[in-house]
């Protein structure tokens, strides 16, 4: 079974994420902020971080970049929702993030992209 860590500042859209997910088959655990999410990867329980740029405490470029150094071939779908989303989403794709999604999005969409990236042959990608 693929591990995700949903990390989210918001609890409401954490929880949101864990249950669509779950419903898929996947394991999920949540972190609110990028130090809490760094424990988590430290400690090599994931197969994929599902990561909200905008948050407290450490913010998610801020994040993408210690995962990259870290982490190389573990993949990263970075997401957002606030005014310059874009922006947010450029910025963690030339930090190394794997991938971007928009918030809201779908359960169909946001199901899609975590395919795309678990997929056998995604690793060679990154």
């Known amino acids: 079974m693929k ?4 990390v989210d500042d918001e609890e409401e859209i ?3 994420v864990q249950r669509v997910l779950e419903g898929a088959g996947y394991q999920v655990s949540q972190a609110g902020n ?9 400690a090599g329980g994931c197969d994929l971080v599902v990561l909200d740029m905008v948050m407290p405490e450490k913010e998610g ?10 982490h190389p071939s573990l993949p990263v779908l970075a997401i957002s929702g606030v005014v310059n989303a874009a922006f947010y989403l450029t910025t963690a794709k030339h930090l190394g ?3 971007t999604l928009r918030k809201p999005f779908t359960p169909e969409e946001l199901l ?3 395919a795309d990236l678990l997929a056998p042959g995604a690793a060679a990608r990154v």
């Not at 990028?34 to 430290?42: F, I």
């Not at 470029?61 to 870290?70: L, P, S, W, Y």
């Open 3 to 6: 591990r995700i860590l949903v």
């Open 14 to 16: 954490r929880s949101l």
């Open 34 to 42: 990028g130090r809490e999410a760094m424990k988590l990867v430290g």
């Open 61 to 70: 470029a801020e994040t993408v970049r210690e995962i990259r150094r870290g």
């Open 97 to 99: 993030a794997t991938a």
């Open 112 to 114: 899609g992209s975590v």
